[in-house]
Nanobody, 112 residues
Framework: QVQLVESGGGLVQPGGSLRLSCAAS????????MDWYRQAPGKQREWVGT???????RYADPVKGRFAISRDNAKNTAYLQMDSLEPEDTAVYYC??????WGQGTQVTVSS
């Protein structure tokens, strides 16, 4: 049974940082491309970024230069490091892997 469990969300002030984790089980993690998505209130879920099995990364334009995805295959965990956070980054953040496996999400709120 595939499980993805996100953690690390919370309340942070504008300009602050958070690191989200996505712990995977039930898959051969090291062979998987992992994606991060987010969904803000009243908006559609949007893609944030991707990390391939070789740790190549791609990012959506709104987060490029501020967010970084990494992975630790020994821990079956993907990470989303978020710096210079803005109120517009407020959303529930999800990790995803094929085929159609989603985590439960973790809330990130950026507010003063």
């Amino acid at each position: 049974q595939v499980q993805l469990v996100e953690s690390g969300g919370g309340l942070v002030q504008p300009g602050g940082s958070l690191r989200l984790s996505c712990a995977a089980s039930g898959i051969m993690f090291k062979t998987r491309t992992m994606d991060w998505y987010r969904q803000a209130p009243g908006k559609q879920r949007e893609w944030v970024g991707t990390i391939t099995p070789t740790s190549s990364t791609r990012y959506a334009d709104p987060v490029k230069g501020r967010f970084a995805i990494s992975r630790d295959n020994a821990k079956n965990t993907a990470y989303l490091q978020m710096d210079s956070l803005e109120p517009e980054d407020t959303a529930v953040y999800y990790c995803y892997t094929d085929s159609n496996y989603w985590g439960q999400g973790t809330q990130v709120t950026v507010s003063s």
